[in-house]
């Protein structure tokens, strides 16, 4: 693979290293991530501003709506509907949680804004707190990135030290009193309800829902879940308005979002683009394919979204309709690119594999489900594929999808489904020839 | 468990189509219930009653029409005019697909006999599945065979957690767990302990749930098919745990929790494993004569490898002319009072009744006994006086509608590990649970409130808490005035009693005395049970009435959910003393002084009756010391080991001129006899037991009995024939139907039982069968009813006599519910005897007042009301048809204790339920004989059961 030829960025990045549209990211130079650079930003003027008009939360809520901001961990709903299904006049402790657990392959969004403008998250929490009612937080980071971890920690030292967080923020009657939480890596863990299980101190396993954590979340508690990114959004939508923020994007598909792009390009990274951008926009600022070479497939969303073969998401614009409509899903804005040397059986063995090693172990279909996909695509790519192996693994994936406790089943399906669907002959050479159609190039 | 605790709200009726066809569900019930309620087919595997959904396995899933994603059917209620396709093509594809999947990882070997995943794959034709490769098969882990009980095989778990949900969510004993993620999942004992080794207590709960064989009884003993199976009831303790027995080769191979309405389907480990006892090798299969010359002293050892040198065998009908011979000439020469007889607390309802009868009109005195005496006369004492009946106010799961349980004095989860599993229950549901108690046991982990108090200062603890309901106000001032008496007196007597005067007494912080006081008295439902702890002192009456008073005072009684229960020890002490094993009483606490109830068993049994009162369980001890009792006849009893004092009775057996011992194990007591007479264990009997809750169930013959040993009620009618008597009980089982069909007669609490046609040998369920009319089953709790009060309440239409409803309390002593003092115990035995008489002689003024009598002291004197509320639906949550959703057995309950059972002493008790406090140690009786000691369990661990050679 030609990834040794691949530099990260390191600090400090060219002005617009995150591309023009750039909001969540702008003027990130990954050294500015301290108190004072966000304030010198703009920084905390939303929740200042709320807290001096004393704006109604029905209002932020209604703000939020408009905006059609919708949720960036992968499932997309819209973040201001979520917020209105919080109890109101509830008189119990309600939770707010941050979901940073970023473990879906391909993605690495959130860990950016972590440790680069942590600050735009804390503020956003304590805004959707302040309009949901909730007096404490909980940012739930992913248990493989340390030092974003501590850096996090030090934010909030500095925030609560400015009376941002903590008692009486500001002078208001707003208190809201904001931890960091740290996992141990797993990836189910990113899952809402097995994130809320984990920071109970339990073992990491997706609840049943009904209930949702709207009415029985945290310690029971009624709980909003968002993504980092999604909170990292509030300020921009406090400070300009819903309507503005809608307009960035396109109708129901909100503002800007960061794309992660990797694979075979030439500039791996975080780009942060309007909804609706065209892909090969996107691809062109990630430096476009690598050594010019013809673009295969990508998966648009995550290592859990159906592949999308190339020639289609050429056409494709960057938001959830048109890549819902390309016939996968924007999930949480992982772009994984493959050029015409990447072998699709490797590809999906690589994924089987990640899914077989995640699930839970909870639910059948997906606790034996993954295995035995993961074990008869490993059959195929070592040449011990059998004719009815692809239809085997169909209708396993038909009957793992849509029939779990949690989406990860799904995720692990999808992925197995479309790459037969698109790839199928590369299956069956596989299988027929007991070798690879793909020449090995590398 | 869902069951029991769910509101009472009339049922919503929802329609909706399952397989074209339009059905009725209910809002509160699944889609798989409906279903199986209709007859329709879903396969399942996670799915159990009784437990908590957790819509794991995914092989129940339905179609539902306009859902994107099929719906586990086990965790979906019907919506009105939902659509639910349960075998369509895409769900059938799916069932499957989760039954493919498991079989593929399953073993060549069977573990079970009903894997319920080989019967679903059956079912829905699964053939052979594709995944099958055994090459790629995942790794399974090794067996473990280290628990004695329970064999687990993991290779053949299908990760359906019912076994975690049953051992933490219906047990609540935490002890399984589902350890590490994907297919490394894995179910664990504590932290992946050997299950041997691990905190389990055997309850078994989990290998009842376990669909696959993955946890099954230890040795195979469940892969043999049974020749047949018996519906019966736990021989152990008094919460009357239905089960039934698997039988083969006339051998116990396992055992099963059966639903009755106090457990459920659950049982212990006493219930589901203690069985071998029926098959040890020292059982009594022949008659045992004394060799001549042997002596009889206190001191000796039992050696039941040399029995032969002190008996010798005998047939029946050498040993019972003997043995009868023997006490008719005592009887002949020394007169009926020479004579005297105990029965026991484990035997069965008809055998007391015979017993007692034979003792009444053969030895012709009234010098019957048993060891109940020995354990919650005090409470009886306390409640007759306080509330006019001495039985528990409701059945132990009643505590799913309480929102504070307070335990003092009693270790459930030891003693009535079922019951325990309620109070649990309940405690995860959300109620407080308060435990009083200086020992800390295992539900300590559980309370809210642990009050470790100093041993013996009860009184002082709940006079402070009493204190604190009074001077901050809690006292239910509407129940006090329009349903007591006495309330003044109580309000100055607790004046001296603090928190803060008592903390250094009782050793508990004075806000935390108020804190327990606040929470039972304002809560919305309190109910209080006690043991031993509260009744075997010398001040238990004492005890036990501050217990009634802090019910009274904050009107804690009388609602769902209320109440006081002072838990039954053995399994039929309850029904023993109903049907009259009583010195004083003639079945249903019928006082055998009262001329009335005289002449009527007069009349009944066609003889002559001593109007005289007999002498307790310790008199009689004493009289043979005294060398007034020359000859004894003991069934099932063993006092040699379980009264008082050893030596002291050891030397009273010693001492009797005659004395026949009627047991299965040749026990302490057996060894000082002149005839032994081998009799049957539980299970090769039939008859009916009351349980702690009152409720009669039958016990049916499982098997035949050992060599030459007989049934109980035979013996008994023999021996009876032998003195004189001329009985007749024809039918199957020594006539047990017919012994029953006299007991009715006897006994208003029994009259609308019936035992299975006479003869007929087939028993129906009893505790299902009764034709009683109904009878209101709520009862008003009265602490010191107030006469004028008392003329409101409704009386029994079927019983005019009890019109004068409620009781009334005159003297000083009266009060005494409310004016506990406080006492400390003392060891000196002058001091003891003094109380004693000074209790004895309270006990029998209060007997000889005027509406104190027996007849008023029986149940339901105090005064009924029509049903309450809580009872207009069975508190089983099931629905009885036809009559009004009230639980046939809830309107059985038996009869009160007696009224002058008041000796209450600190004493060890004969049940193994518990010993005094402070002792602390148990000695558990199982049948008759002292072989097995489950004493062990309590730490969470089995001794190896005394392997049955040759069991399959
Ligand atoms: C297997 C699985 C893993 C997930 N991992 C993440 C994650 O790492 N981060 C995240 O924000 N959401 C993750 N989600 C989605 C969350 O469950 C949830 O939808 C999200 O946190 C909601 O936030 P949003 O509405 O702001 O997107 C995951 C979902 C599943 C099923
Ligand atoms: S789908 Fe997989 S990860 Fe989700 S609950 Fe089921 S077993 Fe666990
Ligand atoms: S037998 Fe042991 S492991 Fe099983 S339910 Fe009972 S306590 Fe739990
Ligand atoms: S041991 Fe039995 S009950 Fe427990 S999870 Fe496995 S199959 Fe289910
Ligand atoms: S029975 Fe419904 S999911 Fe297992």
Redesign the interface.
């Known amino acids: 693979m030609s990834a040794a030829t691949f530099t990260p960025m390191t600090p400090p990045f060219a002005p617009g290293a995150y591309g023009p549209d750039a909001q969540i990211m702008k003027d990130i130079d990954g050294l500015n991530w301290r108190l004072a650079d966000y304030l010198k930003r703009g920084g905390y003027d939303g929740l200042k501003k709320i807290l001096a008009e004393n704006v109604p939360p029905e209002k932020i809520i209604a703000e939020m709506k408009t905006s059609a901001l919708r949720g960036r961990g992968g499932a997309g709903f819209p973040a201001g509907l979520k917020w209105s299904f919080m109890p109101k006049g509830y008189t119990g402790q309600k939770y707010l949680v941050c979901n940073s657990d970023e473990g879906e392959p391909g993605t690495f969004k959130d860990r950016d804004i972590l440790r680069y403008n942590p600050h735009s998250v804390i503020e956003g929490m304590a805004i959707a707190a302040y309009a949901m009612g909730i007096t404490v937080g909980y940012n739930y980071i992913h248990g493989e990135i340390w030092d974003t971890y501590e850096r996090f920690e030090e934010a909030l030292d500095e925030a609560r030290a400015a009376g941002y967080l903590g008692d009486r923020i500001q002078g208001s009657d707003f208190s809201f009193q904001l931890h960091a939480f740290h996992g141990y890596g797993a990836y189910i863990c990113g899952e809402e309800t097995a994130l809320l299980e984990s920071m109970e101190g339990k073992k990491g396993q997706p609840r049943f829902k009904p209930p949702f954590p709207a009415s029985f979340g945290l310690y029971g508690k009624p709980t909003t879940i968002n993504n980092t990114e999604t909170f990292a959004a509030v300020p921009w939508i406090i400070n300009h308005g819903g309507e503005a923020y809608l307009r960035l994007g396109k109708p129901n598909n909100g503002g800007t979002k960061i794309f992660s792009v990797s694979g075979d390009v030439e500039r791996p990274g975080n780009y942060e683009v309007n909804m609706g951008t065209p892909f090969a926009k996107l691809l062109e600022m990630a430096g476009g394919m690598r050594g010019g070479r013809k673009l295969k497939g990508c998966i648009p969303g995550g290592s859990s979204m159906p592949v999308v073969p190339g020639d289609i998401m050429m056409e494709c614009d960057m938001d959830y309709d048109s890549i819902a409509k390309a016939g996968s899903m924007l999930g949480s804005g992982a772009v994984i690119i493959m050029d015409d040397t990447r072998c699709m059986v490797k590809s999906l063995l690589r994924l089987a594999y990640f899914y077989y090693e995640e699930s839970c172990g909870q639910c059948t279909p997906c606790r034996e489900g993954t295995g035995w996909l993961y074990r008869v695509i490993n059959r195929i790519e070592h040449g011990e594929g059998r004719n009815e192996d692809l239809d085997l693994l169909n209708s396993l994936a038909d009957n793992i999808q849509g029939r779990t406790i949690c989406a990860l089943g799904d995720a692990a399906a999808m992925p197995v489904r479309a790459f037969i669907k698109h790839y199928r002959d590369e299956f069956q050479h596989h299988i027929d020839h007991k070798r690879c159609l793909v020449p090995v190039y590398v | 468990m869902n069951s029991m605790s769910e509101p009472l709200a009339d049922r919503v009726a929802v329609e909706f189509k399952l397989d074209g066809r339009t059905v009725t569900g209910y809002a509160d019930e699944t889609l798989i219930e409906t279903a199986d309620r209709l007859g329709v087919e879903i396969p399942r595997?996670c799915h159990m009653p009784g437990l908590r959904p957790?819509?794991?396995?995914?092989?129940c899933?339905v179609e539902i029409k306009g859902e994107?994603?099929?719906a586990p059917s086990c965790?979906r209620n019907p919506q009105p005019g939902m659509e639910v396709q349960s075998a369509s093509e895409r769900a059938r594809?799916?069932q499957k697909?989760?039954l493919e999947?498991?079989l593929?990882?399953m073993p060549e070997t069977h573990y079970t006999r009903n894997s319920e995943l080989d019967r679903w794959a059956a079912a829905l034709e699964v053939g052979k599945p594709?995944?099958a490769?055994t090459a790629?098969r995942?790794e399974q882990p090794a067996p473990d065979l280290s628990h004695h009980a329970i064999a687990v095989n993991l290779d053949a778990c299908?990760?359906c957690t019912r076994c975690l949900r049953a051992c933490r969510e219906e047990q609540v004993n935490d002890v399984i767990g589902?350890?590490?993620?994907?297919?490394?999942?894995k179910i664990v004992f504590d932290f992946d302990d050997p299950m041997g080794q691990s905190t389990c207590v055997a309850c078994g709960e989990c290998v009842q749930a376990c669909p696959t064989g993955a946890l099954m009884p230890a040795r195979d003993a469940a892969l043999a098919v049974p020749d047949k199976t018996v519906d019966s009831v736990c021989p152990y303790c008094g919460v009357g745990c239905q089960l039934t027995y698997n039988i083969k080769d006339n051998e116990i191979l396992y055992v099963q929790g059966r639903d009755g309405p106090s457990n459920h389907g659950r049982l212990c480990v006493k219930g589901r494993y203690g069985f071998d006892y029926v098959h040890h090798k020292h059982r009594l299969t022949k008659p045992l004569i004394r060799r001549a010359g042997i002596p009889k002293t206190a001191g000796f050892t039992i050696d039941p490898d040399h029995v032969h040198e002190l008996f010798r065998e005998a047939t029946w009908e050498e040993a019972l002319d003997l043995a009868a011979g023997g006490l008719r000439k005592i009887r002949d020469t020394a007169g009926p009072k020479a004579l005297a007889g105990f029965g026991s607390a484990k035997g069965s309802n008809e055998e007391a009744y015979l017993f007692q009868k034979l003792v009444r009109t053969g030895f012709r005195s009234n010098n019957v006994d048993h060891c109940t005496r020995l354990c919650h006369a005090s409470s009886v004492a306390a409640l007759l006086e306080g509330i006019g009946s001495g039985a528990v106010s409701n059945q132990v799961n009643d505590v799913a509608h309480s929102e504070v349980i307070v335990v003092i004095g009693s270790n459930p989860v030891v003693n009535h590990p079922v019951a325990a599993t309620w109070i649990k229950n309940a405690v995860k549901k959300g109620a407080s649970l308060v435990l009083i108690d200086p020992r800390r046991s295992e539900l300590a982990r559980h309370a809210t409130h642990y009050l470790q108090f100093k041993a013996d200062t009860d009184v002082a603890l709940l006079n402070a808490m009493m204190h604190t309901i009074v001077h901050e106000g809690l006292v239910n001032e509407d129940f006090i005035a329009s349903r007591t008496i006495g309330y003044e007196e109580l309000k100055k007597n607790v004046d001296g009693y603090s928190p803060e005067a008592m903390a250094p007494v009782c050793g508990i912080p004075a806000a935390t005395i108020r804190t327990v006081a606040r929470l039972y008295a304002t809560s919305k439902a309190s109910i209080i049970l006690w043991g031993m702890g509260i009744s075997q002192h010398v001040h238990g009456t004492d005890n036990a009435r501050c217990l009634i008073a802090l019910a009274m005072m904050t009107g804690q009684v009388g609602r769902p959910g209320t109440g006081l229960h002072p838990l039954r020890g053995q399994n039929n002490v309850q029904g023993a003393s109903d049907s009259g094993l009583i010195p004083m009483m003639y079945p249903d606490y019928k006082r055998v002084d009262n001329a009335e109830a005289q002449a009527r068993f007069e009349k009944l049994w066609g003889t002559k009756l001593d109007p005289q009162p007999g002498l307790t369980v310790v008199e009689v001890m004493n009289a043979a010391i005294a060398g007034k009792v020359r000859g004894m006849y003991v069934m099932g009893e063993n006092p040699a080991l379980s009264d008082p004092d050893l030596n002291h009775a050891r030397e009273a057996l010693a001492s009797l001129d005659w004395l026949v011992v009627q047991d299965i194990f040749l026990t302490e007591t057996a060894y000082l006899a002149d005839v032994v007479l081998p009799a049957s264990a539980f299970p090769e009997k039939t008859g009916s037991f009351t349980n702690t809750d009152r409720m009669v169930q039958l016990g049916r013959r499982a098997l035949d009995m050992p060599g030459d040993a007989r049934q109980d009620l035979w013996i008994i009618q023999e021996m009876a024939r032998r003195l004189g008597l001329d009985w007749k009980y024809a039918g199957a089982d020594s006539g047990v139907a017919e012994v029953f069909d006299e007991m009715r007669h006897a006994m208003a609490s029994i009259g609308g039982h019936h035992l299975g046609a006479a003869g007929a040998g087939k028993f129906g369920d009893l505790s299902l069968r009764t034709r009683r009319r109904s009878r209101p089953a709520g009862r008003v709790h009265r602490s010191l009813p107030d006469a004028d009060r008392a003329r409101e309440v409704r009386p029994r239409r079927h019983h005019p006599r009890q019109r004068t409803a409620g009781r009334r309390l005159s003297d000083g002593a009266d009060h005494r519910a409310a004016t506990g003092t406080l006492a400390y115990r003392r060891d000196d035995a002058a001091v003891q005897r003094a109380r004693r008489d000074r209790t004895r002689a309270r006990g029998l003024a209060a007997s000889a007042r005027p509406g104190a009598d027996g007849r008023r002291a029986r149940r339901g004197d105090h005064g009924r009301v029509a049903p309450g509320p809580h009872h207009a639906v069975c508190p089983c949550r099931r629905r009885h048809a036809g009559r009004r959703g009230v639980h046939p057995v809830l309107l059985l309950r038996s009869g009160g204790e007696p009224a002058d059972q008041s000796g209450a002493r600190s004493l060890r008790q004969d049940s193994g339920v518990q010993v005094l406090r402070g002792a602390h140690h148990r000695r558990r009786r199982t049948g008759r004989g002292d072989e097995f000691r489950w004493g062990a369990v309590a730490r969470g661990r089995l001794i190896p059961p005394a392997k049955t050679p040759g069991k399959t």
């Open positions: 595997l957790d819509g794991n396995c995914r092989a899933v994107r994603v099929l965790c594809a799916s697909m989760v999947l498991l593929s990882d594709r995944f490769a790629l995942r299908i990760q589902y350890a590490f993620r994907g297919e490394h999942s």
